[in-house]
């Protein structure tokens, strides 16, 4: 059932070099950056992307995320599931309204898995990076790196994946499209809002609370094949791809930023409806599930995590 949790939103990145991530993001992934704040966290946004931004960096000493946030219809609605969460057992902070510039108030919780969350109902819309809302052009004009269009979702790892499966879909409204079991074990699941065909997903892992990439939308198979080149004329350090996923059927090229985060560009990949019955890998195909064409795994894939 739909709660109101419209998409993915934004995500706060952690990195330990500021210049060095400004110009990956900005110039290799080719984000648009469009404002700095007095903490000194810089906002970027893919161009397709309505709101003001979608990426905040954030300089520390430990790369990882801080927060993957999701745009709710209303601040009723948010009100409504900052009791559900609370009811369903998280620990919910409210964030004022500016604490992030340009973005109204939004309800923090954590997970039974580690990670931390928040929906919000309010940011400042800017639309098309470059574009009118009135007889646009296909693209504008003086895009970098990449060109991506839109920050996408996150892949996480942690332990309780039954306990975050409830809170996404009994809590947020989520539906499972697409998992991995190893017998009656749920080891990998896939979670949309929307039609996509996730906006979010989980592994199951012995750690709680971390990250294994964050994913950029590409339009073509072309885009993916420039992406890759990108990544040596900039000399990324790169992880896999290009290739397809058997899962979702996404394909990806996967990369690191300069602080060992993972970055994930794809395009392609399924859709969603509410009546379609989730697709099902067992554990014995999931080397073909996760790289269609070679069908055997890469262990720095699945270990090499922030």
């Known amino acids: 059932m739909n709660k109101g949790v419209m998409r993915p939103g934004h995500v706060q990145i952690r990195v330990m070099d500021m210049a060095a991530a400004v110009h990956h993001y900005r110039d290799v992934v080719g984000l648009v950056e469009t404002h700095r704040d007095a903490a000194g966290r810089v906002y970027l946004k893919g161009w397709t992307e309505s709101d003001k931004f979608s990426v905040v960096l954030r300089e520390t000493d430990q790369p990882g995320l ?71 052009e296909a693209w504008p004009r003086g895009l970098a790196g990449m060109k991506v269009n839109r920050f996408d979702h996150c892949l996480f790892y942690g332990g309780d994946l039954d306990g975050t499966f ?56 072309e885009d993916m094949l420039r992406a890759a080149d990108i990544i040596t004329m900039e000399d990324v350090p790169h ?31 399924d859709y969603f409806y509410p009546d379609h019955e989730p697709v099902t890998w067992t554990a014995d195909k999931l080397g073909k599930a996760i790289f269609y064409h070679s069908r055997e795994l890469n262990d720095r894939f699945l270990s090499a995590l922030t």
């Open 166 to 221: 409830d809170l996404f879909t009994s809590v947020l409204g989520f539906h499972l499209t697409e998992q991995v079991v190893d017998g009656d074990l749920r080891i990998a699941q896939f979670l949309t809002c929307s039609m996509k065909e996730h906006d979010i997903a989980f592994i199951r892992h012995a750690e709680d609370g971390k990250l294994h990439h964050v994913s950029f939308e590409l339009e073509t198979w």
């Open 239 to 269: 992880d896999i791809g290009p290739t397809r996923h058997g899962l979702t059927h996404g394909q990806v090229v996967y990369f690191f930023d300069p602080s060992g985060n993972r970055n994930e560009v794809f395009c392609g990949g």
């Open 66 to 136: 801080d927060f993957n946030g999701f745009k709710v219809v209303s601040n009723e609605v948010l009100d409504s599931l900052a009791g559900e969460l609370k009811a369903f057992g998280c620990k919910v902070e409210e964030i004022p309204a500016g604490e992030l510039d340009d973005c109204g108030r939004r309800v923090r919780f954590d997970s039974p898995t580690g990670h931390i969350f928040e929906l919000y109902a309010e940011k400042t819309r800017t639309g098309k990076w470059g574009l009118p809302s009135v007889n646009p």
